[in-house]
């Protein structure tokens, strides 16, 4: 009897063994490696055609993969799905592709794959959010079944960063075709889409068949938790393992965290406050002058706990074009210029809203702005909305005042003013309604040459005529953070923010 006992024991305490760690034992006895990633906000869509968010893109990244890719170390442009390239002309780029891969619904990833994606991509009737990344591109030209022709309609240099974009991953036609893959999401990548649950997780799991070596997670589980201090406490607890894009009144508790590495690097990404130029009075230069000189962008800096770096230019010291002069073309704080412009022009009478996502860098933002610009003689007051909501509420035109961000994905200054800023882009990415012909015309001259002198020239020409004619100001430029369990390894932050989880695995 007592050996039965033992025995009994002896297997409770087993099973027992077995099942502790959060389910991170597989059947067997291996390790199971499994992440869980919080983000406050839900994905927009999980396609790369129609999404333009970095929300929504660090899904994609793991499931897509692009033709290039930027190297983290080198800042170089590699290939990645594609073997090689080559340019017989200034607008003629063949693109030889790598063989015996497949898309994770088991269909062949080919030249007509890369030809259905570029030509939706950049058909109109798509409308894709982010259709000016390929907006150089002439024709795409099948020349075998592993090589592409692309013709640009003009000499234009950032193609290959262009290519190495998220937006530009290589969907499976046949899945666009017979599924929606806003929902249901079909790539080459390491990681294969599981499951939805909109307002709470998005799962993947490892792709067995994928054509390098398979990842190592096995599991990976994205995780809206709406209030930042809740992820905080369960990043502390061992519920989740991995948290980004860190809020500046947060860090310092999350340094303290015994159990969490703390990663910070300067980084591409710019925060600014836009004005909606459509409307009165943000189409008035001397009301975006007054704004800008009304805040004290280096006294918001400080409170950033060191998680942003100071400047005017909007092209920013990781991005190419920049030029430290470009920080002089901007408009210092001055707050007694401000008042003194408010009161001359009656700036104050009128009822102004600032909107923001309901994102918690985003929120500071906007409260330390609403509050020195209350201080200059401003009437404005703050609305908050959901990231995806926001987006389209932004990109319709209904706003007065507001705060944007971007990612600069390419580190290419001219995808940078091209997409936010050109006039083609009003009513899609160019969010701020800015319509300058002469902006416009140095932008153009910066895209249409591949002689980088000529290119870094015509950028910084075209920055500083923004950051003088302010249609936005900006805030800050970014620095990039993360916080993972100590038992996270191999995760490396891009300089423009994104992240994949190939390499990472957990001890």
């Not at 901007?330 to 923001?356: H, Q, R």
Request: with cysteine.
């Amino acid at each position: 009897m007592k050996k039965w006992l033992v025995l009994v024991v002896a297997i409770v305490m087993m099973v027992t063994a077995a099942c502790s760690g959060g389910g991170q034992k597989k059947s067997g006895g291996s390790a199971a490696q499994e992440l869980t990633y919080a983000t406050t906000s839900d994905a927009v869509g999980l396609s790369p055609i129609m999404t333009n968010d970095s929300v929504s893109a660090n899904v994609i990244d793991q499931v897509y993969e692009t033709l290039f890719e930027r190297n983290i170390k080198t800042n170089e442009i590699e290939p990645l799905l594609a073997e090689s390239y080559e340019t017989p002309d200034d607008q003629t780029w063949v693109i030889k592709l790598k063989k015996d891969i497949k898309f994770q619904d088991g269909t062949d990833f080919n030249a007509e794959a890369v030809k259905y994606t570029f030509d939706k991509f950049r058909d109109p009737k798509t409308a894709a959010p982010r259709a000016s990344l390929l907006e150089p591109i002439e024709s795409v030209t099948v020349v075998d079944d592993y090589t592409v022709e692309i013709k640009t309609k003009y000499p234009y240099g950032p193609l290959l960063a262009a290519l190495s974009h998220s937006n530009a991953a290589i969907v499976s036609p046949e899945a666009d075709q017979s599924q929606d893959l806003m929902k249901e999401p079909v790539g080459t990548g390491p990681f294969k889409f599981v499951s939805w649950t909109p307002g709470d997780q998005i799962v993947l799991e490892k792709n067995k068949d994928y054509w390098r070596d398979p990842a190592k997670l096995d599991k990976v589980t994205y995780k809206v938790v709406p209030e930042v201090s809740t992820a905080i406490s369960m990043l502390q607890t061992g519920k989740v393992q991995f948290l980004d894009a860190l809020p500046t009144e947060q860090v310092k508790r999350i340094e303290a965290l015994k159990n969490v590495n703390v990663s910070k690097e300067e980084g591409t990404p710019v925060s600014y406050l836009g004005f909606n130029m459509s409307k009165e009075p943000m189409n008035n230069p001397e009301f975006r002058q007054a704004v800008a000189y009304a805040l004290d962008r280096a006294s918001y800096v400080k409170k950033m706990n060191g998680l942003g770096v100071e400047g005017n230019s909007l092209i920013g010291p990781k991005v190419f074009g920049y030029d430290a002069s470009a920080d002089d073309a901007g408009y210092a704080y001055d707050p007694e210029k401000a008042k003194e412009m408010v009161k001359k022009n009656d700036f104050g009478s009128k009822a102004l809203t600032i909107l923001t996502p309901n994102r918690d860098n985003y929120m500071l933002m906007a409260e330390i702005a609403q509050s020195q610009l209350q201080d200059a003689g401003f009437n404005v007051k703050i609305e908050s909305m959901e990231w995806g909501t926001f987006l389209d509420t932004v990109r319709d035109g209904k706003y007065d005042i507001t705060f944007l961000g971007w990612a600069n994905s390419t580190s290419d200054g001219s995808e940078l003013l091209y997409p936010n800023f050109h006039s083609d882009n009003i009513g899609s990415s160019n969010r701020v309604q800015y319509n300058n012909p002469d902006f416009d015309k140095l932008v153009d001259e910066s895209r249409e040459n591949i002689d980088e002198d000529v290119r870094a020239k015509k950028l910084d020409e075209a920055n500083k005529l923004i950051v003088k004619d302010a249609p936005i100001v900006v805030m800050n430029h970014g620095v990039n953070t993360s916080a993972t369990d100590k038992s996270v390894k191999g995760l490396k932050l891009d300089p423009t923010g994104s992240w994949k989880l190939y390499n990472v695995y957990r001890e």
